[in-house]
C-alpha cells in the first residue's frame, strides 16, 4: 500500500494498494465515515466515477474535490499508479 503523493486533500486518505487491479483506481478514505474506489479514466470534471466499499457516500462537497482534483492531475495520477501498482496477477486486460 501507498499513498498517493500526486493529490493530497485534507481530511482525506489517498491510496494505492500495491497487489490491486485494472482499470486503474485509487481507493480513498475517510477514517470512520467510508471508503470508496476512485476510478481514473472515468471520472471526469462533471462526474466522480467510484464504488462505495464501506460506509456512507461521500458528500457532495467531498465528491467535488475528488472529481476535480482527479481531472486535474489525471497524467500524473496514472503514472503513479503504474509506478506502485502490481498487475502482474491480473487475468482480464
Not at 493530497?8 to 471508503?35: C, I, M, T
Not at 509506478?83 to 496477477?89: H, M, Q
Amino acid at each position: 500500500m501507498g499513498r498517493v503523493e500526486t493529490v493530497q486533500l485534507n481530511g482525506l486518505e489517498l491510496l494505492f494498494y500495491s497487489n490491486d487491479h485494472r482499470p486503474p483506481h485509487l481507493h480513498v478514505l475517510k477514517r470512520g465515515a467510508w471508503e470508496i474506489r476512485v476510478y481514473l479514466l472515468a471520472t471526469t470534471r462533471e462526474r466522480l466515477s467510484f464504488d462505495l466499499k464501506w460506509g456512507t457516500p461521500p458528500s457532495g462537497r467531498d465528491q467535488k474535490r475528488l472529481r476535480l482534483a482527479v481531472d486535474a492531475q489525471r497524467c500524473a495520477l496514472l503514472a503513479e499508479w503504474e509506478a506502485k501498482v502490481d498487475c502482474s496477477g491480473d487475468t482480464a486486460d
